[in-house]
């Protein structure tokens, strides 16, 4: 398994969208993780949704970096490159976005001169999931300027903030709650189309 992607590996198919997914927690149960499994079994006919995981990320050091990018950050940014769409799937933390989660992006970011190759018009989506009434609305916000500042594209023409998650979710992680699952259908199929539709990065 990559630090980053726990399902796929086959040879890709051009006639296949491929979004990478990827959850901002590392807790094992959490909401986030679990809204990210149930898109993987929502997806559009000829699309498919591979799961990433930032467990293994180290935190970001420029000392660390002056020694070579860790085989785990490495791999993820082959995972992206080599998808079609990368969906973030963020928890909220203090109104803004949980620090592992940046962690990552800012070493997904690195070197700089990379950066371009990793990030560069490629195509994301955010939704996620919280205990409270809000539904990651700051955290989805915060991520704007972070993903234009890194040249990528975010499509604005769907959102999802799943509030309340503890009686979204059963006990097991199982999303269980029939609006929200249309609503993730829905944001999915539009998400496919806007890639099917919108030039991949060169």
């Not at 198919?13 to 927690?25: E, H, Q, R, V």
């Not at 990379?114 to 991520?143: C, E, H, K, L, Y």
Request: charged share 20%; with cysteine; hydrophobic share 45%.
């Amino acid at each position: 398994m990559l630090p980053a992607v726990q399902a796929g590996g086959a040879k890709k198919d051009c006639s296949m969208t491929k979004i990478l997914g990827i959850s901002g927690s590392l807790r094992r149960a959490s909401y986030n993780g679990a809204l990210l499994r149930a898109a993987t079994r929502l997806m559009p006919e000829d699309a498919t949704l591979e799961v990433a995981s930032i467990r293994g990320i180290p935190l970001y050091d420029g000392d660390v970096e002056a020694q070579g990018i860790p085989p785990s950050v490495s791999q993820l940014k082959e995972a992206i490159i080599a998808a079609d769409g990368v969906l973030l799937v963020t928890p909220e933390y203090n109104n803004g976005i949980p620090g592992v989660f940046k962690n990552t992006i800012d070493w997904l970011s690195r070197p700089a001169a990379d950066s371009r190759r990793v990030f560069g018009a490629r195509r994301f989506a955010i939704i996620g999931a919280s205990p409270g009434g809000f539904g990651t609305i700051m955290s989805q916000a915060a991520w704007l300027p972070v993903l234009r500042t890194l040249g990528a594209q975010v499509w604005f023409g769907g959102r999802l903030m799943v509030s309340r998650a503890a009686n979204v979710f059963d006990e097991s992680g199982a999303l269980k709650d029939p609006t929200v699952e249309e609503l993730l259908r829905q944001f999915l199929a539009g998400y496919v189309s806007f890639l099917r539709a919108t030039p991949a990065p060169p």
